[in-house]
Each structure stands twice: as C-alpha cells, then as structure tokens.
C-alpha cells in the first residue's frame, strides 16, 4: 500500500500569510494526486487533483505542485474561510489512501 | 445540479448488519465510478470502496474486504454499500462520492454522510 505524509500537521496562520502544506507519497504516484479542504462537520471539498489542477470553481489563491513523491498546496494568501482541514490523496493505485491531515488555524 | 444523498446510517450492535444508500441527480449515473469514504470521530478520511460505471468492477479497503460488498443499480441512479459483520471500529460518518471523468483522480461531488454507529 502507499502510504501518504503529510506535514504539519497543524500550523496556525495569519489572514493574509501565505502557507504551504507538503505530501509525501512512499512510492512514486507520478501526477496521481489530490487535494481536499474540509470544514467541521461537512464533507470534503476537491480543491486540485492530478497535482496541479484546480477544479472547478476553487479561488486561484490556492495552486499544487509536484509529482514522483513529494507534492505540495500552497495557499498564496490566506483567507478566513481558508481555515480548515486539508487533506492529500493519491489516485495512483488501489487501496487508495489519504494523508493524516493538516489542519489551519487562526494564529 | 449534481446531488448526492446518502441514507441507511444509525445505531447497530457488533456483528449485525446495514445497508447504506446514495441517491444520485443531475449527471449521468452510469458514467461515473462512485465510491464511499468513511470518517471515525476525530479522525482523518478513510477510502473504503469504489465501483466502476458499469458494476462490473469493484475494489475494497483491506479493512472491509468480504465484509462490505458495494454495487449500483444504474436504472435508478442509487449507490449502495452492504455492511456484515460490524465492528466497533467501524463506527464512522460514511460519504459516498463521485469520481472525477478521469479514472479515479479524485472525488468532486460527495453526499452529506450517514453516521453509521457501532456500539452494544
């Protein structure tokens, strides 16, 4: 099974910084990889997949980057309904898997 | 609008059973992998099974394998997901999902959840 890293796991932020989430995938996953916010209580919303796509209807301030292993979303400038749980995913292969979380908060 | 409404969550004792359901609207059910992502309390997302557009292939966490059976009835645009055998640590909120046109590449529309609670 591939195993996704996530890290931070919690990083408190600033309406306005720009923060960086990083994902590490334990085997190569090419481009096979998505991101998602989710808000208490509410299912998760896709923000990118394939890397670096933004999905439809996502604000541009957030971007991905990366492929093979190491894979990153970047909030450019943090809004304050930014402040959420943010999860990767690889699409690579079966079981499919999830990082452990990030989850932002208000500094 | 695409809509997803997942039901059949609730209250069961360990080894018993349950059938979840997801009403789909608004896309072409059948062109589309569904899947269902479970979350305990407090804790991260969980893939637990996906099945192709068709019905004709399903795939499964290692943690549900021969416990949980997934399948589609297209003519009726629902998703359902068999629960036997329930453990304790199956106690999660249960989204279904719709996959993305590009294979698997990740989910882009999910239901509500259904909690699905574990408990003599």
């Known amino acids: 099974d591939i195993q996704m890293t996530q890290s931070p796991s919690s990083v408190s932020a600033s309406v306005g910084d720009r923060v960086t989430i990083t994902c590490r995938a334990s085997q190569g996953i090419s481009r096979w990889l998505a991101w998602y916010q989710q808000k208490p209580g509410k299912a998760p919303k896709l923000l990118i997949y394939t890397a670096s796509t933004l999905q439809s209807g996502v604000p541009s301030r957030f971007s991905g980057s990366g492929s093979g292993t190491d894979f990153t979303l970047t909030i450019s400038s943090l809004q304050p309904e930014d402040f959420a749980t943010y999860y990767c995913q690889q699409a690579n292969s079966f079981p499919l898997t999830f990082g452990g979380g990030t989850k932002v908060e208000i500094k | 609008e695409v809509q997803l409404l997942d039901s059949g969550g609730g209250l069961v004792q360990p080894g018993g059973s349950l059938r979840l359901s997801c009403v789909a609207s608004?896309?072409?059910?059948?062109?589309?992998?569904m899947s269902w992502v479970r979350q305990a309390p407090g804790k991260g997302l969980e893939w637990v099974s996906t099945?192709?557009?068709?019905?004709?292939?399903?795939y499964y966490a290692d943690s549900v394998k021969g416990r949980f059976t997934i399948s589609r009835d297209n003519s009726k645009n629902t998703l359902y997901l068999q629960m036997t055998s329930l453990r304790v640590e199956d106690t999660a909120v249960y989204y279904c999902a719709k996959g993305l046109s590009i294979a698997v590449a990740g989910w882009d529309y999910w239901g509500q959840g259904t909690l699905v609670t574990v408990s003599s």
């Open positions: 099945i192709s557009g068709s019905g004709g292939s399903t």
């Open positions: 608004g896309f072409t059910f059948s062109s589309y992998t």
